[in-house]
């Protein structure tokens, strides 16, 4: 079994910032790709970023220069350092894993976690 787990969502201001982090525990393997989606209502889910296991970097264009993704290999663990946030950046974010075991591709999703921007 293989699980992410997300935290860090909540109800901030525009212009303001939060963290998410996401663990990835279980027999997930060697992962390859770790990354953040989200979807707004009404809308389908979007490519937030990703970051290969050798530290390869991929923004959407809407967040490029307000988003920092980075991972901890050793922990499992990647992290969407979110900052400038705007209304239109409301959704639920959702972790994405990817990785080999036994030679077959696995790809994990988290729960999702929830971030309003707001005044």
């Known amino acids: 079994q293989v699980q992410l787990v997300e935290s860090g969502g909540g109800l901030v201001q525009p212009g303001g910032s939060l963290r998410l982090s996401c663990v990835a525990s279980?027999?997930?393997?060697?992962?390859?790709?770790m990354g953040w989606y989200r979807q707004a209502p009404g809308k389908e889910r979007e490519l937030v970023a990703t970051i290969l296991s050798r530290g390869t970097i991929t923004y959407a264009d809407s967040v490029k220069d307000r988003f920092t993704i980075s991972r901890d290999n050793g922990k499992n663990t990647v992290y969407l350092q979110m900052n400038s946030l705007s209304p239109e950046d409301t959704a639920v974010y959702y972790c994405?894993?990817?990785?080999?075991?036994?030679?077959?591709?696995?790809?994990?999703w988290g729960q999702g976690t929830q971030v309003t921007v707001s005044s």
């Open positions: 994405n894993v990817v990785s080999i075991r036994n030679g077959r591709l696995g790809n994990y």
């Open positions: 279980g027999s997930i393997g060697s992962i390859t790709v």
